[in-house]
């Protein structure tokens, strides 16, 4: 009797210590699926909108101005560069004209100048920043009839970068890239998602439709580069 209920206990060890092994396996599993994404949702920094102080009476000579801002002690101004008698006229060349982005100091120097964005119509600066640093990212967004993507550009420690293009849209006609873009900075590097179930690459000429299955583009070592 003793060695039947020995053995039965035995038993019972082994079926218990299978199923404890079991459940850690699916818990590990899990947790390998939902890693990347919760550790980019919980450990990273979050940026936000915001809009500076809008400011006038811009003058800068042969410049025409279409938006204005005031940020910590600096300008930003986007617009271009008045052709003279319909020429492209200095300092613009044939493969650096149309609006830009300039940044000018407290007192009133160019201290960064963008490269040209040629015909567009649009070229409007959206701004970003978050509550752990002192980064700003801004974002301008460019449109002829259609949006097609943005040049955007890192603020730290009072000087600025031009981080690249993201050529990307929603492929929802009324939406552009500021209206679905999430930013998030992660050891260090920044990341663009997006708020949208289908993408548009190389949006205006290529027009590439793709699902977004954790689309990005990522920031880091001063590089851009898109994930997908």
Not at 14 to 42: A, P, R, T
Not at 69 to 76: D, E, H, P, V
Not at 106 to 130: A, H, L, M, V, W
Not at 169 to 196: C, G, R, V, W
């Given at each position: 009797?003793?060695?039947?209920?020995?053995?039965?206990?035995?038993?019972?060890?082994?079926?218990?210590?299978?199923?404890?092994?079991?459940?850690?396996?699916?818990?590990?599993?899990?947790?390998?699926?939902?890693?990347?994404?919760?550790?980019?949702?919980?450990?990273?920094?979050?940026?936000?909108?915001?809009?500076?102080?809008?400011?006038?009476?811009?003058?800068?000579?042969?410049?025409?101005?279409?938006?204005?801002?005031?940020?910590?002690?600096?300008?930003?101004?986007?617009?271009?560069?008045?052709?003279?008698?319909?020429?492209?006229?200095?300092?613009?060349?044939?493969?650096?004209?149309?609006?830009?982005?300039?940044?000018?100091?407290?007192?009133?120097?160019?201290?960064?100048?963008?490269?040209?964005?040629?015909?567009?119509?649009?070229?409007?600066?959206?701004?970003?920043r978050n509550?752990?640093?002192?980064?700003?990212?801004?974002?301008?967004?460019?449109?002829?009839?259609?949006?097609?993507?943005?040049?955007?550009?890192?603020?730290?420690?009072?000087?600025?970068?031009?981080?690249?293009?993201?050529?990307?849209?929603?492929?929802?006609?009324?939406?552009?890239?500021?209206?679905?873009?999430?930013?998030?900075?992660?050891?260090?590097?920044?990341?663009f998602s997006?708020?949208?179930?289908?993408?548009?690459?190389?949006?205006?000429?290529?027009?590439?439709?793709?699902?977004?299955?954790?689309?990005?583009?990522?920031?880091?070592?001063?590089?851009?580069?898109?994930?997908?």
């Amino acid at each position: 009797m003793k060695k039947h209920f020995v053995l039965s206990l035995s038993l019972l060890s082994l079926i218990y210590c299978k199923k404890e092994h079991k459940n850690e396996s699916f818990l590990s599993s899990k947790v390998e699926k939902i890693g990347k994404d919760s550790l980019i949702s919980h450990n990273s920094i979050k940026y936000f909108r915001f809009q500076p102080d809008t400011i006038s009476n811009i003058n800068i000579d042969g410049f025409e101005t279409s938006d204005s801002f005031s940020y910590q002690g600096n300008k930003f101004i986007t617009g271009y560069y008045r052709p003279i008698e319909g020429e492209i006229a200095n300092p613009d060349t044939e493969n650096d004209y149309g609006k830009r982005l300039l940044v000018m100091n407290d007192k009133n120097e160019i201290i960064f100048k963008g490269i040209g964005s040629g015909d567009t119509f649009q070229y409007q600066p959206k701004f970003y920043r978050n509550d752990s640093n002192n980064k700003v990212v801004i974002i301008c967004q460019m449109a002829f009839e259609y949006f097609f993507g943005g040049e955007a550009f890192l603020l730290e420690n009072n000087k600025i970068k031009h981080i690249g293009n993201l050529d990307i849209e929603s492929d929802k006609m009324e939406k552009k890239l500021t209206d679905i873009i999430k930013i998030d900075e992660l050891k260090n590097d920044i990341i663009f998602s997006f708020k949208s179930d289908s993408l548009l690459l190389s949006p205006g000429s290529d027009d590439i439709l793709i699902p977004n299955h954790n689309v990005r583009y990522i920031y880091s070592h001063s590089k851009l580069s898109l994930k997908r």
